[in-house]
């Protein structure tokens, strides 16, 4: 949304829902109070949460993934953001149908009138339909739910043929989410981010402190624009910061990934002599040093944010 749409925004609604989300209260009950709270949430930390899926989706192509031609299920879709990112992303021939699933019968209809409109022709449904292989995505859910509606979600989608499940890359949302991979990862290839199907290093015994997070990058413009400087004001969010967490999951296997590739894992720690980075392997998580002296490129590269998700250590030069 441009500066001009910001006097439309219910900022007391975002208020209302960033409290609930950061409290952990936002599952209690449906908080889709009114057309206008949707229409403000997407405008806002909807469109947070599609750059944090253009994030993930890119990854997805740089692994040579493509998606089963299925129906594609969005569930606890809320404004519908997860689908529309994908749609833009794949094309709308990559999908049979969409079927977009939320507690919010509000919500749903909102999502069902953004899909349908942005991709005219496409069957949409809402609510449960038959069972079918489906293409599932889900966005920014585990937080709103208990221990059994994970259970009962994880029996739901253990028919699919794929699994795209993004997170807030927080310490919390990880844990879960590679708790779900290891209850998974038996019945599905897992296809992203990791390089290996082996148990999550995470686990391993001294990783305690670490999390299996990543950040996406808003589009620079968003730091230019007036209305993202009032929503960073009003809700004290850091433009900045889009990290996340997330997991893929396919009964296919995706292309091999080459055995030298490994997964960097949150931020590198810049120091004066070297970098820092956590790095994934199907030999585990560890962290590893490379001096400025020996790894100048990587020095630099680690300075201005430029090192890829899925690496090859480069040699020594
Ligand atoms: C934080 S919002 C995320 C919405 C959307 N997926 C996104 O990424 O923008 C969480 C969504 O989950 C829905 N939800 C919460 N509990 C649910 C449940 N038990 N079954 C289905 N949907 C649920 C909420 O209504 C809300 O739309």
Redesign the pocket.
Known sequence: MSSSGADKVDWQALERLRLA?LKGT??DR???DHPSTLAS?DAT??QR?GWKWDFVLAELARRGWQPPRTELV?????????TRAFLDHFGVDAVESVRL????PQ?QRYAAQRVASRFPGMPVHQGRGEAVASMIL????L???QPA?VDALLEEIAGASAVLW?EPGTYEASLALIAIRERLRSQFHVIAPCPHAERCGILAPGNESHWCHHFASPPPEVFMDPFWGRFAKMLEIDLRSLPVSYLVLDRNPAPALAPELVRTLGRPRLLKAEVRLMACTAAGVTERAFSRRTYPSVWKDARKDRIPSLWKVPDAE
Request: with cysteine; net charge negative; aromatic share 18%.
């Open positions: 989300f936002a599952g449906d908080y889709w949430y930390f909807a949460i969005d569930w606890g879709c809320g404004t519908g953001i997860a699933i939320d507690r919010s919500a889900l966005s920014h859910v937080t709103e739910l509606q993004v």
